[in-house]
Nanobody, 117 residues
Framework: QVQLVESGGGLVQAGGSLRLSCAAS????????MGWYRQAPGKQRELVAV???????NYADSVKGRFTISRDNAKNTVYLQMNSLKPEDTAVYYC???????????WGQGTQLTVSS
């Protein structure tokens, strides 16, 4: 069973920065891709950013130019650096990993980000 453990959420003022971390319990090369999703109250979960095994990245339009996803293969960890935060970024952020063999999606427990105006 794969575990994804997120950390780094919290309360930040608008315009501030924060970095989320997602530590996987196994080698992250075993995943097709890893990503961050978020879910705000009353809204559907949405993709924020994704990074593949060859470090290709993709971002939601709403975070392009402000968020950066990266990976540290030695630490089996994926990061989400969030700059110029806005109140509308407030959500629970979830780490996701898609298994390379059976394409199963693993999820972390989520970490809350609150951006105050």
């Amino acid at each position: 069973q794969v575990q994804l453990v997120e950390s780094g959420g919290g309360l930040v003022q608008a315009g501030g920065s924060l970095r989320l971390s997602c530590a996987a319990s196994r080698n992250i090369f075993s995943f097709n891709a890893m990503g961050w999703y978020r879910q705000a109250p009353g809204k559907q979960r949405e993709l924020v950013a994704v990074i593949t095994g060859i470090a290709r990245t993709n971002y939601a339009d709403s975070v392009k130019g402000r968020f950066t996803i990266s990976r540290d293969n030695a630490k089996n960890t994926v990061y989400l650096q969030m700059n110029s935060l806005k109140p509308e970024d407030t959500a629970v952020y979830y780490c996701n990993a898609n298994d390379r063999v059976d394409h199963y999606d693993y999820w972390g427990q989520g970490t809350q980000l609150t951006v105050s105006s």
